[in-house]
T-cell receptor, first 112, second 111 residues
Framework: DAKTTQPTSMDCAEGRAANLPCNHS???????VYWYRQIHSQGPQYIIH???NNETNEMASLIITEDRKSSTLILPHATLRDTAVYYC?????????????FGTGTRLTVIP | SQTIHQWPATLVQPVGSPLSLECTVE??????LYWYRQAAGRGLQLLFY??????ISSEVPQNLSASRPQDRQFILSSKKLLLSDSGFYLC??????????FGAGTRLSVL
């Protein structure tokens, strides 16, 4: 699987957009970008995933660069409950024992 | 989406005692199932995964074992716990899109 690089930590003011970057320069053509988050002492939660087109759902937007070497997760209006560790993962979609490698992620702190 | 039930939420066990953590899945059939462990402040480490009943693959050698007696039941066990087995244990299930759904986790303290 391609490796991802994320900043260790970020702060964001409550109500503002949180933009979390991820570099995945070795991504291959059939690998998707997945984002999860983990709120303290809870299990990780799936947020969004995409291949090359930008994606949006009720939680967030995912912007993938044209060369697919990096992406940005956008939380449009961050709340205090969005404080969590955010993980960017690159993996193939599809069946099989597709374990996801969770690195150390980005610790996002939303400030009142 | 799938729902993962994990229990207990917290567990304190003495060194040398046995362990059994249970995980059940709702909302899907024939899922891939996973057991992860997370040390404090660290990422997730995959311990076991299963693609079907009775099929278990181990990712790292350790003091733990896993079993899948039913399609939507995954059990993590140990005959004798070690201090190093302490951690946050997470069960997960994945769908055809490789989206993983996690349980709430079990925080195990071995004393």
């Amino acid at each position: 699987d391609a490796k991802t690089t994320q900043p260790t930590s970020m702060d964001c003011a409550e109500g503002r957009a949180a933009n979390l970057p991820c570099n995945h320069s070795t991504i291959s053509g059939n690998e998707y970008v997945y984002w999860y988050r983990q709120i303290h002492s809870q299990g990780p939660q799936y947020i969004i995933h995409g291949l090359k087109n930008n994606e949006t759902n009720e939680m967030a937007s995912l912007i993938i660069t044209e060369d697919r070497k990096s992406s940005t997760l956008i939380l449009p209006h961050a709340t205090l409950r969005d404080t969590a560790v955010y993980y960017c993962i690159v993996r193939q979609e599809g069946m099989g024992a597709n374990n996801l490698f969770f690195g150390t992620g980005t610790r996002l702190t939303v400030i009142p | 989406s799938q729902t993962i039930h994990q229990w207990p939420a917290t567990l304190v066990q003495p060194v040398g005692s046995p362990l059994s953590l249970e995980c059940t899945v709702e909302g899907t059939s024939n899922p891939n199932l996973y057991w992860y462990r997370q040390a404090a402040g660290r990422g997730l480490q995959l311990l076991f995964y299963s693609v079907g009943i009775g099929q278990i693959s181990s990712e790292v050698p350790q003091n733990l074992s896993a079993s899948r007696p039913q399609d939507r039941q995954f059990i993590l066990s140990s005959k004798k716990l070690l201090l190093s087995d302490s951690g946050f244990y997470l069960c997960a299930s994945s769908n055809y899109q490789n989206i993983q759904y996690f349980g709430a986790g079990t925080r195990l303290s071995v004393l």
